[in-house]
C-alpha cells in the first residue's frame, strides 16, 4: 500500500517539476497566490466536467483503454475527435518541453557546481536531442498505451531519485 501511495505521490511530483522553471518568473507572494488561485480552478474543472460525463455511460466505459476516446465516440462528432487530439497533442507538447527543460537544468545546475561555467547551448541542444530521441525509440518499442500503462511507475521513481531525493539532502 505504501509502495502505490509514494508510486501516486511521485507521478503528482511531475507536474511541479514541470512547472519549476517558469516558478522564478513569479516575483512576489501576491503573484504566486494569484497563480494559485488561477491554476488550482483551471485544472480542476475540465476534470470535474469528465468525470460527470464519464458516469453517464458506466459502466461501460470502465473497460475502455482511452475512456475520452470512447465519449467522443458517443457524440459522433468527428470534428470534436480532431479538436481533442490537437489539444492532448499541445498538452503533450508541453509538459514534454518542461520535462526535457528540467532535466537539462538539473543537467547543467551540476555541470556549473563541478566545472564553474555554464552549459553551453550546443550541449543543451544535444541533452534536448538526445532524450527526445531515446523516448521516441522507447515508446515505438514499447507501445504509447503500454508505455503510459507500464511505464509510469518507471518514471515515478525516476522523478524520485532526480529531482527529490535531492533536495531531501541539502542540509545534510
Known sequence: MVDRGLTYAAYNVVG??????VVRHLTSRKDAIVAGLLAGPLAIWPALVFFICMIA???AIANETLPSDYLLRQL?????????????????????????HALNERIAGVWRARRGK?????????IA????????FIADAVGLVN?????????AYAILVIFVAPLLTIGI
Open 16 to 21: 511541479a517539476v514541470v512547472i519549476l522553471p
Open 57 to 59: 455511460f458506466y459502466p
Open 76 to 100: 459522433n462528432l468527428p470534428i470534436f475527435h480532431i479538436i481533442f487530439q490537437v489539444m492532448i497533442f499541445s498538452a503533450l507538447l508541453e509538459s514534454g518541453a518542461g520535462g526535457v
Open 118 to 126: 555554464e552549459l553551453s547551448a550546443r550541449a543543451r541542444l544535444s
Open 129 to 136: 536531442s538526445i532524450i527526445l530521441i531515446g523516448a521516441v
Open 147 to 155: 508505455l503510459i500503462a507500464q511505464g509510469y511507475r518507471v518514471l
